[in-house]
C-alpha cells in the first residue's frame, strides 16, 4: 500500500505565501498523476491541481494563478506553492493520485489564512 505524508502547512496571513510537500513510497509514483486536495469545515473534498506523468498541469479556477503545482519523480514528491493566500484557501490539504485511491488518503496538512 502506497503511503502519502504531507508536510508545510500552518498560519499564515492574506497575502502571504505557503509550500506544501507530499512524499510517496512505491515505485509507482512517476507513472501516475498526482494532485492537491483540499477539505474546508462542513464542505466536501475538493481537487485544486493535478500534474500529470509528463509535467502538464490543471487548477481549479479559484487557485489559478496563485498555486502552483510540482513533481519530482526522482524524490517521489509532489508541491504546492500557494501564493497571494486568501482566507478561504483555508483547509486541510491533501495529497492523492488522480483519481484518488481510497486507502491513500494521509493525514493531510492544515492550512489557515487568517489576520
Known amino acids: 500500500q502506497v503511503q502519502l505524508v504531507e508536510s508545510g502547512g500552518g498560519l499564515v496571513q492574506p497575502g502571504g505565501s505557503l509550500r506544501l510537500s507530499c512524499a510517496a513510497s512505491?515505485?509507482?509514483?512517476?507513472?501516475?498523476?498526482m494532485g492537491w486536495y483540499r477539505q474546508a469545515p462542513g464542505k466536501q473534498r475538493e481537487l485544486v491541481a493535478y500534474?500529470?506523468?509528463?509535467?502538464?498541469?490543471n487548477y481549479r479556477d479559484s487557485v489559478k494563478g496563485r498555486f502552483t503545482i510540482s513533481r519530482d519523480n526522482a524524490k517521489n514528491s509532489v508541491y504546492l506553492q500557494m501564493n497571494s493566500l486568501k482566507p478561504e484557501d483555508t483547509a486541510v490539504y491533501y495529497c492523492?493520485?488522480?483519481?484518488?485511491?481510497?486507502?491513500?488518503w494521509g493525514q493531510g496538512t492544515q492550512v489557515t489564512v487568517s489576520s
Open positions: 500534474i500529470l506523468a509528463d509535467g502538464s498541469t
Open positions: 492523492n493520485y488522480v483519481p484518488y485511491h481510497t486507502d491513500s
Open positions: 512505491g515505485s509507482i509514483f512517476s507513472i501516475n498523476a
